[in-house]
T-cell receptor, first 116, second 115 residues
Framework: AQSVTQLDSQVPVFEEAPVELRCNYSSSVSVYLFWYVQYPNQGLQLLLKYLSGSTLVKGINGFEAEFNKSQTSFHLRKPSVHISDTAEYFCAVSVPNAGNNRKLIWGLGTSLAVNP | NAGVTQTPKFRVLKTGQSMTLLCAQDMNHEYMYWYRQDPGMGLRLIHYSVGEGTTAKGEVPDGYNVSRLKKQNFLLGLESAAPSQTSVYFC??????????????FGPGTRLTVT
């Protein structure tokens, strides 16, 4: 079965420190990969996505992620976090579905808390 | 562009009452989705639509109905609310899933409490 595992439910970090949020997926077919961010009391917005090409993807707010096909991972990184990065981060994988459609499989989220 | 909007933002219902949540998008997207978000459970897909006049069940459809009479609107109905439906509901829209630009755009959410 296809699934997405976010390995850490909570990640506390100090301001200006680097951070890595880990995401692994299981799928035997081609995938598109996404990271979404949800700031407190808001909807989700796209941070970055991997569709094809370079395995290092740069997103908004200084975040980047690397697609590793052999390890089926798509970890999110930022070299220096700010207080404003405090949010919930979701990893999602798009896989083929019935007909000519695809569906998104979501991870359970990682809560990033940036402390001063 | 307003993007994806949801009405209402907050609602409190008594058990057994009914209500409709409205989602509207102005991006001419074909696909629309309703999710619920509960602590520790991530996002779960309730129903979705791949075009005007079509709807399909997602992961947790029981107790909900939907309609897509107009391309820009996607309605989620609760006919007889239960405390288990207390949640935050998100609507999203996207281009067709085969489009390389495929990503979902989310509304701000509706916080529903059923007492």
């Amino acid at each position: 079965a296809q699934s997405v595992t976010q390995l850490d439910s909570q990640v506390p970090v100090f301001e200006e420190a680097p951070v890595e949020l880990r995401c692994n997926y299981s799928s035997s077919v081609s995938v598109y990969l996404f990271w979404y961010v949800q700031y407190p009391n808001q909807g989700l917005q796209l941070l970055l996505k991997y569709l094809s090409g370079s395995t290092l993807v740069k997103g908004i707010n200084g975040f980047e992620a690397e697609f590793n096909k052999s390890q089926t991972s798509f970890h999110l990184r930022k070299p220096s976090v700010h207080i404003s990065d405090t949010a919930e981060y979701f990893c999602a994988v798009s896989v083929p579905n019935a007909g000519n459609n695809r569906k998104l499989i979501w991870g359970l989220g990682t809560s990033l808390a940036v402390n001063p | 562009n307003a993007g994806v909007t949801q009405t209402p933002k907050f609602r409190v219902l008594k058990t057994g009452q009914s209500m409709t949540l409205l989602c509207a998008q102005d991006m001419n997207h074909e696909y629309m989705y309703w999710y619920r978000q509960d602590p520790g459970m991530g996002l779960r897909l309730i129903h979705y639509s791949v075009g005007e006049g079509t709807t399909a069940k997602g992961e947790v459809p029981d107790g909900y109905n939907v309609s897509r009479l107009k391309k820009q609107n996607f309605l989620l109905g609760l006919e007889s609310a239960a405390p288990s439906q207390t949640s935050v509901y998100f609507c999203a829209s996207s281009w067709p899933a085969g489009d390389p630009a495929y990503e979902q755009y989310f509304g701000p959410g509706t916080r529903l409490t059923v007492t």
